[in-house]
């Protein structure tokens, strides 16, 4: 199981980013999938979940502001990040999920496989 997350970098408050993850070694339309973040000293959370249905999840931080997205032909998971904030920067992290909770309450438990973290900067 490989999951390879890419497109961070440096951008303005106000701005926006769209991460990508690939994932390989699993039945891609069977499985949830969720981006987490770690900004630097704290904890890593829960940003956003997708089912392989089409349901969406959404950390409150961030809602209304990211969407998660997912293309089942390429097997790749996108988080689309507009109005982005000082308090977004982080790196951030995919994870294949192992429950799709229809909340936005999820914990690092809920993930059984990470891939790398890519980093976010938002500049003020």
């Known amino acids: 199981v490989q999951l390879q997350a890419f497109g961070g970098g440096l951008v303005q408050a106000g701005g926006s980013l769209r991460l990508s993850c690939a994932a390989s070694?699993?039945?891609?339309?069977?499985?949830?999938m969720g981006w987490f973040r770690q900004a630097p000293g704290k904890e890593r959370e829960f940003v956003a979940a997708?089912?392989?249905?089409?349901?969406?999840d959404y950390a409150d931080s961030v809602k209304g502001r990211f969407t998660i997205s997912s293309d089942n032909s390429k097997n790749t998971v996108y988080l689309q990040m507009n109005s982005l904030k000082p308090e977004d920067t982080a790196l951030y992290y995919c994870?294949?999920?192992?429950?799709?909770?229809?909340?936005?309450?999820?914990?690092?438990?809920?993930?059984?496989?990470w891939g790398q973290g890519t980093l976010v900067t938002v500049s003020s």
């Open positions: 994870a294949y999920l192992r429950i799709y909770r229809g909340s936005g309450y999820y914990t690092e438990a809920d993930a059984d496989y």
């Open positions: 070694g699993r039945t891609f339309r069977s499985y949830f």
């Open positions: 997708i089912s392989w249905s089409g349901g969406r």
